[in-house]
Nanobody, 115 residues
């Protein structure tokens, strides 16, 4: 089994920065993808960014140039550096690990950006 523990959420002003962390534990396969999703109130959950164990990344168009995803394979941890935050970035952010036939999700962490 796999567990994901998120940290780093909180309240920031527009234009500010925040860094999220997600540490995975359990039976982690060598080949996997970790990513961040978010769900704003009244909206669908959407992909923010993802990164493979080989380092390939994908970003939502809305965050390109502002957010950076990275990972530390030795620690089984994925990070999301968020800069130039906007009020529309306000959402619950979820960490996800995909490996083999299985998806694993963190509990979610609230990010609120005030204007």
């Amino acid at each position: 089994q796999v567990q994901l523990v998120e940290s780093g959420g909180g309240l920031v002003q527009a234009g500010g920065s925040l860094k999220l962390s997600c540490a995975a534990s359990g039976s982690i396969f060598r080949l996997n993808t970790m990513g961040w999703y978010r769900q704003a109130l009244g909206k669908k959950r959407e992909l923010v960014a993802q990164i493979t164990s080989g380092g390939s990344t994908n970003y939502a168009d809305s965050v390109k140039g502002r957010f950076t995803i990275s990972r530390d394979n030795a620690k089984n941890t994925v990070y999301l550096q968020m800069n130039s935050l906007k009020p529309e970035d306000t959402a619950v952010y979820y960490c996800r690990l995909t490996q083999s036939l299985f998806d694993y999700w963190g509990q979610g962490t609230q990010v609120t950006v005030s204007s």
